[in-house]
């Protein structure tokens, strides 16, 4: 299993980034898709999570709003568009696979529940 995210950067406040996770390795469809991020000091959280099988995505109260997962079941990619950044935004962003066929297509973003990790893309805001 391979993930590789990809689109972080610097941005002033304010600004949008998209980020983007490409997984290969294993079948994508039929999957709980995440996005999770780690601030210097601070412990992982989850950010935003899908249901590769259809629906909307499930956020973090903190960016509800701001940020929106998608994906891409043609590409085995899944997006996290964030819009008006803030400096608490400033973290590395991680994408992980997490348990398939989830019940009711309900994706949780408890870090427990993924299993598969990518090395992460680094978000500054400033």
């Known amino acids: 299993v391979q993930l590789v995210e990809s689109g972080g950067g610097s941005v002033q406040a304010g600004g949008s980034l998209r980020l983007s996770c490409a997984a290969s390795g294993y079948t994508y469809s039929g999957n709980c898709m995440g996005w999770f991020r780690q601030a210097p000091g601070k412990e992982r959280e989850g950010v935003a999570a899908v249901y590769t099988g259809g629906g909307s995505g499930n956020y973090a109260a903190s960016v509800k709003g701001r940020f929106t997962i998608s994906q891409d079941n043609a590409k085995n990619t899944v997006y996290l568009q964030m819009n008006s950044l803030s400096p608490e935004d400033t973290a590395m962003y991680y994408c992980?696979?997490?348990?398939?066929?989830?019940?009711?297509?309900?994706?949780?973003?408890?870090?427990?529940?993924?299993?598969?990790w990518g090395q992460g893309t680094q978000v500054t805001v400033s």
């Open positions: 992980a696979a997490g348990p398939r066929w989830p019940i009711g297509g309900y994706c949780s973003t408890a870090l427990s529940q993924y299993n598969y």
